[in-house]
């Protein structure tokens, strides 16, 4: 079983600052890693698919990068809806079995 | 535009069934693959399930398998989860959420506001 690890898992920062998170997975899971953004009460939302595609709709401060099993969320500038809880989430091989990062919430400083 | 509406949650005894349903429209339902998806309170998201676009291959998480079905209904565009032999563990916010492939994809496009599950005596 494939586990996914998320640093940090709370990032106090500002509005207009830049936010840097972090996945890694036990072993390689290529390029298949999605991002999701779920605010409190709310369903999660699709950000990232396929390590560095952004969803439709999502705005370009949005980016993704990292293949195997080192991946980044950059933010680059916070706005006031950024804030939020951010999972990665990951597919096995065979049989497909998904599981999600433990998140990194991301808060006001 | 997507929509997922998820209906069936409750408070249920230990050991007991419940059923859930995800309506789902603004998309061709009988295309794509299907997932549930799971919260328990204060907590991360935990995948439970998914099915392909016609019901013929179907996998599951270890912790419901054996326990869990998923199910669904193409003439009705409506996705079922039934839950047997219900466990405090199992209490959680369910969501169904959209597979942007037929099969199973490696992410979930669009989501429900999901619909909450409390195993209690």
């Known amino acids: 079983e494939i586990v996914l690890t998320q640093s940090p898992a709370t990032l106090s920062l500002s509005p207009g600052e830049r936010a840097t998170l972090s996945c890694r997975a036990s072993q390689s899971v290529r390029s298949y890693l999605a991002w999701y953004q779920q605010k409190p009460g709310q369903a999660p939302r699709l950000l990232i698919y396929d390590a560095s595609n952004r969803a439709t709709g999502i705005p370009a401060r949005f980016s993704g990068s990292g293949s195997g099993t080192d991946f980044t969320l950059t933010i680059s500038s916070l706005e006031p809806e950024d804030f939020a809880v951010y999972y990665c989430q990951q597919r096995s091989n065979w049989p497909p079995l998904f599981t999600f990062g433990p998140g990194t919430k991301v808060d006001i400083k | 535009q997507v929509q997922l509406v998820e209906s069936g949650g409750g408070v249920v005894q230990p050991e007991k069934s419940l059923r859930l349903s995800c309506a789902a429209s603004g998309f061709t339902f009988s295309s794509f693959g299907m997932h549930w998806v799971r919260q328990a309170p204060g907590k991360g998201l935990e995948w439970v399930a998914v099915i392909s676009y016609d019901g013929s291959n179907k996998y599951y998480a270890d912790s419901v398998k054996g326990r869990f079905t998923i199910s669904r209904d193409n003439s009705k565009n409506t996705l079922y989860l039934q839950m047997n032999s219900l466990r405090a563990e199992d209490t959680a916010v369910y969501f169904c959420?959209?597979?942007?492939?037929?099969?199973?994809?490696?992410?979930?496009?669009?989501w429900g506001q999901g619909t909450l599950v409390t195993v209690s005596s």
């Open positions: 959420a959209k597979d942007p492939t037929a099969l199973t994809g490696y992410y979930m496009d669009y």
